[in-house]
């Protein structure tokens, strides 16, 4: 590579000094936990901590109530065993469903899933083979999520634990390996955004219909990094299903959390599912916990710092579809458009309830001779109560295909791929180029009502009018923690120079950087850059080879929380990102990674403008760019933009290479903390 970092190396005894301090830093005490004037999110995430104070913008350390991984286990016990831990430390804590590549007979593949099965038996993990489901459904109905609860995965979709007033927050790979260790991870709690609903749904309007009305209506980043908290009249009138359905998706709307507040449809719901395990020998909680749910401690205080208020008429909801391949356009009033495949998977909208929306939909007739329609229960208890009440015989009849539990297409694994020309409809919550399968192929979101009425039509139809969803939003307060300047941490490098590739695109979703077709592949790590943004650019891969430094838009690495959109681009020899914005999962898997990333707008809109006319969706700059963290300033194409360092604990991360190197220091250093009990 022609560029280089300066600074000073770290002895390994200092190396040892610098991670101890990092795990400090990550929920440093701050003398008290008032509850005054608090968030939901902040007084759950209280609830659980080790250390810090749980206000927006801090650092905490966190004991999470419940961490599911998935298919990613395989990779994150590679990182557990490196780890130095002598067996993970809260088996109770723990679930292991492999439910993304199902579909998948490959002896190598099987192997895999043997290993993941021997390591749960050996450390004593709650392990769901291929075929119980998709790990977020069986959280949420076999009550491993409970109100009040901090509850975590492996993946971005963990917003879905909000429905049930818990604190649901996606963790990346290195995240989980640390909690198998430690039984605890790091978090920067998030402001919280207040979402008032008021009137409701109409007949035929689902939950999908209004979180991709949400979508569409606030696409410019109001609630991107934030949590939401669902409040107001019109929440009574949503069913549960329709809760899970927005706060699952509210991930494809930039929060990192979703809270719903605990009502009477909250205790229905969690008294069916403690009557049914107990049912199925499982006792999950007792009723004298549920009385404690009710007791007002569950909401936000009246005089909590909002950092935005959203207010809704669920009135004036209608039921609509978006796309292709964004959640920002509607399809148009009177439209049709034609498809040839038609989805009903995933963990946002396969549910007993969605099973039986596209039943009712169909209404007696069959698919579309042109159209393969596709079903997969969200578990194999989902599976199970279709066929007892008749549905799944009804999809069957129709003429649906259906595919064993677990999140199949909507990932691009498995039977149905998309193929370059081929236009889907899909009930899943992804629909960016190359998710389903290649870049070429058109993919629409909307419920599985109108996925229903698509596969029998061959046609996706618009709205008969504008789907015009009131609502408002207001800024409120906002912590200037943000702004402040950090302090440099010594012996971190001062300077990172060298060529850079610009990166044209704002919101590059993870899918574009690696595809998802690889995700669960094991590859030598030549092997993962040469598959760099190959969804964006197919040029891509061979120009970051020659880069040091990637440039990237707005809100850059949004959607999955794939590590090897990071692990990928160090593997191509990439030592630092710079960015109009960073999606807050990607810089998490960054700092876990060690690879320091910095956001400077005013540069990433200076590169949009000079290279407005470009018509290559990448391109190596001429000259070197400079990140210069001692000064605090970006030199690029003759030109000169301030930025905020990162925060002292992530500079920490950095220092020491990555969190995996943090949490070993833990075990072979003589005094490393233990957690409390």
């Known amino acids: 590579?022609?560029?280089?970092?300066?600074?000073?190396?770290?002895?390994?005894?200092?190396?040892?000094?610098?991670?101890?301090?990092?795990?400090?830093?990550?929920?440093?005490?701050?003398?008290?936990?008032?509850?005054?004037?608090?968030?939901?999110?902040?007084?759950?995430?209280?609830?659980?901590?080790?250390?810090?104070?749980?206000?927006?913008?801090?650092?905490?350390?966190?004991?999470?109530?419940?961490?599911?991984?998935?298919?990613?286990?395989?990779?994150?016990?590679?990182?557990?065993?490196h780890s130095g831990a002598p067996g993970v430390r809260y088996p109770w804590q723990c679930l292991v469903a492999l439910d993304h590549d199902v579909q998948n007979t490959d002896p190598e593949r099987m192997a895999t899933w043997l290993d993941i099965a021997r390591f749960c038996e050996q450390q004593h993990v709650d392990f769901r083979p291929c075929g119980?489901?998709?790990?977020?459904?069986?959280?949420?109905?076999?009550?491993?999520?409970?109100?009040?609860?901090?509850?975590?995965?492996?993946?971005?979709?963990?917003?879905?634990?909000?429905?049930?007033?818990?604190?649901?927050?996606?963790?990346?790979?290195?995240?989980?390996?640390?909690?198998?260790a430690t039984g605890e991870f790091w978090w920067q709690v998030p402001e919280s955004v207040q979402v008032v609903l008021n009137g409701s749904l109409s007949e035929g309007v689902s939950g999908k219909d209004l979180i991709l009305g949400l979508c569409a209506r606030f696409a410019g980043g109001e609630v991107r990094d934030r949590a939401l908290e669902f409040c107001g009249p019109g929440v009574a009138s949503l069913s549960m299903e329709d809760r899970l359905t927005v706060a699952n998706m509210s991930t494809e709307w930039g929060a990192v959390a979703a809270l719903f507040p605990v009502d009477d449809r909250t205790m229905q719901w969690m008294e069916a599912v403690r009557v049914e395990r107990i049912k199925r020998g499982q006792r999950r909680f007792t009723r004298q916990q549920m009385d404690q749910w009710q007791d007002g401690a569950l909401a936000a205080d009246a005089d909590a710092h909002w950092a935005a208020r959203i207010e809704v008429d669920l009135d004036s909801v209608r039921s609509t579809a978006v796309g292709p391949d964004n959640l920002a356009t509607p399809l148009a009033p009177g439209a049709a458009i034609t498809v040839d495949k038609a989805f009903l998977v995933g963990c946002a909208n396969a549910r007993l309830a969605d099973l039986r929306a596209a039943a009712q939909a169909l209404d007696g007739r069959r698919v579309h001779s042109s159209v393969q329609f596709y079903v997969a229960a969200a578990s194999r208890e989902v599976q199970d109560d279709a066929v007892r009440e008749g549905i799944w015989q009804t999809l069957i009849q129709a003429g649906a295909r259906t595919l064993p539990p677990g999140c199949a297409m909507c990932i691009g694994l498995g039977e149905g791929v998309l193929r370059a020309g081929e236009v889907a409809v899909s009930a899943t919550n992804r629909n960016w180029p190359g998710r389903m399968g290649e870049p070429g192929a058109d993919a629409w979101l909307a419920s599985p009502a109108t996925v229903a009425r698509a596969a029998v039509e061959g046609q996706l139809r618009g709205p008969d009018r504008p789907t015009n969803m009131q609502a408002s939003f207001q800024p409120g307060f906002s912590s200037d923690r943000k702004l402040r300047q950090p302090d440099l941490c010594a012996g971190l490098e001062t300077q990172i120079t060298g060529r850079a590739l610009l990166v044209r695109a704002d919101d590059l979703d993870t899918d574009q950087i690696y595809p998802s077709t690889a995700v669960y592949r094991p590859l030598e790590r030549h092997e993962m850059a040469s598959l760099l943004l190959q969804n964006h650019d197919p040029q891509g891969a061979r120009r970051i080879a020659t880069a040091d430094l990637l440039i990237g838009g707005f809100n850059f690495g949004c959607g999955s929380s794939r590590e090897q959109a990071v692990t990928?681009?160090?593997?191509?020899?990439?030592?630092?990102?710079?960015?109009?914005?960073?999606?807050?999962?990607?810089?998490?898997?960054?700092?876990?990674?060690?690879?320091?990333?910095?956001?400077?707008?005013?540069?990433?809109?200076?590169?949009?403008?000079r290279h407005a006319q470009a018509t290559e969706p990448t391109l190596l700059l001429q000259g070197e760019v400079e990140i210069d963290f001692a000064a605090s300033t970006l030199r690029a194409l003759g030109e000169e933009f301030p930025f905020i360092r990162p925060a002292e604990p992530i500079q920490r991360l950095i220092l020491d290479g990555g969190i995996q190197s943090t949490i070993r220091a833990r075990f072979i250093s003589p005094d490393r903390w233990e957690p409390e009990a």
Not at 140 to 169: K, M, Q, R
Not at 574 to 601: D, K, M, Q, W
Request: proline fraction near 3%; glycine fraction near 10%; aromatic fraction near 4%.
């Open 568 to 609: 990928a681009l160090q593997a191509a020899g990439i030592r630092a990102v710079i960015a109009g914005s960073l999606a807050r999962t990607f810089s998490r898997n960054a700092a876990n990674n060690g690879l320091p990333c910095v956001e400077s707008p005013e540069l990433a809109r200076m590169m949009q403008a």
């Open 132 to 180: 119980s489901g998709i790990g977020h459904e069986i959280m949420v109905s076999e009550g491993l999520v409970v109100p009040g609860a901090l509850c975590v995965a492996a993946d971005s979709h963990a917003n879905i634990y909000g429905a049930l007033a818990a604190l649901g927050t996606p963790v990346v790979r290195a995240d989980a390996a640390a909690i198998w």
């Open 1 to 81: 590579m022609p560029g280089a970092i300066r600074g000073r190396l770290l002895t390994i005894s200092q190396h040892r000094s610098a991670a101890s301090v990092c795990f400090a830093m990550l929920g440093r005490e701050s003398g008290g936990q008032s509850m005054a004037g608090r968030t939901l999110t902040e007084k759950i995430a209280a609830r659980h901590r080790v250390r810090g104070d749980a206000v927006a913008g801090s650092f905490v350390t966190l004991r999470p109530r419940h961490l599911m991984t998935h298919d990613n286990s395989a990779a994150i016990i590679e990182r557990f065993r």
